[in-house]
């Protein structure tokens, strides 16, 4: 599943020492291994090999550069949810023809940009979008191409923040009047419609809520088909979920074997939007052990990694598992429960509640597993802490993708107005 593994009692990341990692880098540090990325892309790439799908990475889960000049050298394409991220996909090289835009909240600023750089598709998740679309596109004197994302109303039985295909949340368009846009499509006479887009929550373990979706998607464009509209792409999306603590998540080959039928029911073109199934496995943070503290109930491991750094434990209740840098047979069986605590002035600030790990003393070294997805990119300067240096390795080697902030960087971008500068 991942290239981090025990070698000598010591956890290595391929062929390099973490420990030594550590003291070139300092902590806290997120440590990317290149052979799990790239394998994770490969898996999902040779599922699905029959239909041959363009896999767009979804930026949002890990934006890095370096992460995402690896997988379009893959020959991946983007998936990208803002005009950042839109930018971030052309500074490492991505063809526009392989690029797809979402997000329910666009800019006139941002469609303006994807349209003048005539990327694959902008997916429009409102009639209200849609009309802005073609007006951005009239004045630009542009056709653009646009897929249609429609909420499906699925449960995929995930966190309730990550889901994102019930009739209840604010993603996509209905069946009905989706059918009523391609009924009226000649009134965007600039656009060009000819795409579908469903992307029903992320960590999804099983694959029956991608079933019933899709099932439901197949039967819509079997609809459209004998009103005389004839479709080219479908979007499945996203959400494939990995191992956080004990899960039995389908792996990419099951994954293939239940949907392709589907999909070859309808012969679209079809794109994937795979996140956290590729980057998620890929990554460790590694903290320090500042101090150890016991209360009358409570024992608490003081690190220097918090809710800034990876907010997943306490926004989604989400699960990390964690392990000491340096293993050996005594102290893995001698475990007792803990609390795993940041240093953000928070009650909220944990990496773990009650749980059971092997002892550790202060100076000690952890890693936080499973990271690379909505760890760094999600990390934030609270409490004006500085972000965590990133690094790459590839078998034997190491590379800095990602700089520590410093003190200086915490406050270049901010004013004090002239009127509260010192007199002197």
């Known amino acids: 599943m991942h290239e ?28 990317y291994s290149y052979r799990t990325l790239i394998d994770h892309y490969l898996k999902l790439k040779d599922a699905f090999e029959e239909i041959k799908p363009l896999i767009c990475y979804s930026v949002k889960a890990n934006s890095n550069l370096a992460i995402l000049r690896i997988l379009v050298n893959e020959g991946a394409g983007l998936d990208v949810v803002s005009g950042g991220e839109l930018f971030r996909a052309f500074k490492v090289g991505c063809p526009p ?44 004197n542009r056709v653009t191409n646009v897929a249609i994302r429609i909420n499906p109303d699925v449960e995929p039985k995930t966190h309730k ?24 499509r000649n009134n965007f006479p600039y656009l060009n419609i000819k795409g579908l887009h469903i992307h029903i929550g992320s960590q999804i373990t099983e694959s029956a809520p991608f079933v019933s ?21 479908l979007n499945i999306g996203g959400g494939l979920g990995i191992v956080y603590d004990e899960e039995t998540p389908q792996t990419a080959q099951k994954f293939a074997a239940k949907v392709l039928p589907l999909l070859k029911k309808v012969n679209l073109k079809v794109i994937i939007e795979p996140g956290r199934f590729i980057v998620g496995p890929s990554a460790i943070l590694v903290t320090k052990v500042l101090y150890i503290k016991k209360t009358p ?27 000491p840098l340096h293993y050996h047979s005594q102290n893995m069986k001698n475990v007792e429960k803990v609390d795993v605590v940041g240093p953000i002035c928070e009650s909220a600030d944990f990496l773990a509640k009650d749980r059971y790990i092997p ?3 202060e100076g000690g070294f952890l890693a936080i597993m499973s990271v690379g997805a909505y760890g760094f990119s999600m990390s934030s300067n609270y409490n004006s802490r500085l972000k965590a240096a990133e690094v790459m390795v590839k078998k034997d080697k190491v590379y800095l993708i990602r700089k520590r902030q410093t ?9 004090i107005p002239s009127f509260l500068r010192t007199i002197e």
Do not use: W
Not at 168 to 182: C, E, L, R, S
Not at 297 to 323: C, E, S, W
């Open 297 to 323: 109930q409570k024992k608490f491991v003081i690190v220097d990694t918090g809710m800034n750094d990876l907010i997943r434990p306490v926004l989604y209740q989400a699960y990390h598992r964690i392990l």
């Open 407 to 415: 003190y200086k960087d915490l406050t270049q971008e901010e004013i």
């Open 97 to 140: 023809s392989k690029i797809v835009y979402a997000s329910v909240g666009k800019t006139n600023k941002e469609i303006e940009e994807a349209i003048r750089k005539k990327i694959l598709f902008l997916n429009a998740e409102s009639l209200s979008e849609l009309e802005n679309i073609n007006r951005i596109a009239k004045r630009l």
């Open 161 to 184: 923040f990550i889901t994102t295909g019930k009739i209840t949340n604010k993603f996509g368009i209905d069946f009905d009047t989706a059918k009523k846009i391609f009924l009226k």
């Open 213 to 233: 979706a899709i099932e439901k998607m197949v039967n819509f464009i079997l609809q459209l088909k004998k009103e005389g509209i004839d479709l080219e792409y």
């Open 359 to 361: 002892k550790v003393k």
């Open 4 to 31: 981090f593994k025990y070698k000598n009692n010591h956890l290595y990341c391929e062929d390099i020492k973490i420990q030594n990692l550590t003291e070139q880098f300092g902590t806290p540090l997120y440590v």
